[in-house]
């Protein structure tokens, strides 16, 4: 008999449900999507307006535009297992919130092995950091900021609306207005024990300190958290206890299943007003079909 090495899984069915490509067929050509999907935006929409958050090589952002004086600003934090992709791959999405009268930032930051993962996630924070203190240039609104992310991006994203950025930033406690969160990990213990952590290098400390779901308390705004029918059971699981977690806290939280859905389609329903993803962001930020 194998030895458990969390919950009910043994090592090699715990790396198995932590490795989302073994759960879809089509991962590799959905991923190759999202590139795809980003060139042909830029070609409707034109390039858009790069800034530096900060003074690393990867610390920019992509912002479209909408048409509105003012505008609310949604802000995408892409995926990779923190270790891939790009704010170039990050963009399929924009169109939705800038034919609705809203700015899109696709950020960019270092990933894995190239920082830390505590320090990617003070990246993130530092670039929302920077459009809420920047928003009067960016000619957006910084009472609406919100923000959104895919898999590994759905964990910083999580980490961003569990940040007390009163205490780091000097900032208001509810500087992010609403965050939808989709087919992200929130508890990184498992993560720890599994084969992803020869690049993550998680310890103790790091789990506690980066581990969204530890920190609830201070989610200050309505939170979304999807994920695909066909995903491992670990990532639905971790998708119904951080919901669970936050609606004990007496805080605004959405669970949405996406049926018939994989880990790698439904962040795509993002980019659509009636889409399952993209309905639920524009409603938080007031905007859409409601």
């Not at 923000?147 to 950025?165: E, F, K, M, N, P």
């Not at 989610?219 to 999807?226: E, N, Q, T, Y």
Request: with cysteine; glycine share 8%.
């Amino acid at each position: 008999m194998r030895a458990k090495v969390f919950r009910d899984y043994d090592q090699a069915e715990l790396d198995r449900q932590y490795d989302q490509r073994a759960w879809a067929a089509n991962a590799v050509a959905l991923i190759n999507g999202y590139s795809t999907y980003s060139e042909a935006v830029r070609g409707r929409l034109g390039v858009p307006q790069a800034y530096a958050y900060g003074d690393g090589r990867a610390e920019t952002l992509d912002i479209f535009r909408g048409q509105r004086a003012n505008a609310p600003i949604h802000v995408f934090i892409h995926g990779g297992a923190w270790r891939a992709l790009s704010k170039r791959d990050s963009v399929f999405a924009a169109e939705n919130f800038v034919r609705a009268g809203a700015h899109f930032a696709a950020l960019d930051f270092d990933v894995l092995p190239y920082v830390t993962l505590e320090q990617m996630v003070g990246q993130v924070k530092s670039a929302i950091a920077w459009i809420y203190r920047n928003a009067a240039a960016l000619d957006a609104d910084r009472e609406r900021i919100f923000i959104s992310g895919h898999s590994s991006g759905a964990h910083l994203a999580a980490a961003a609306v569990t940040t007390d950025w009163r205490a780091e930033f000097d900032l208001p406690a509810d500087t992010v207005k609403g965050a939808v969160c989709c087919s992200g990990i929130y508890d990184l213990e498992p993560v720890r024990r599994s084969a992803r952590n020869t690049y993550v290098q998680l310890d103790d400390r790091q789990v506690e300190a980066l581990s969204p779901i530890r920190h609830v308390g201070r989610i200050a705004s309505p939170v979304a958290v999807a994920h695909g029918e066909h995903e491992s059971d670990e990532f639905r699981r971790q998708a119904r206890d951080f919901a669970a977690a936050v609606e004990a806290q007496g805080k605004p939280v959405e669970l949405i299943d996406g049926k018939d859905l994989n880990h790698f389609e439904i962040i795509n329903t993002l980019a659509a007003p009636d889409g399952l993803l993209g309905r639920v962001a524009l409603h938080q930020m007031g905007l859409g079909l409601g």
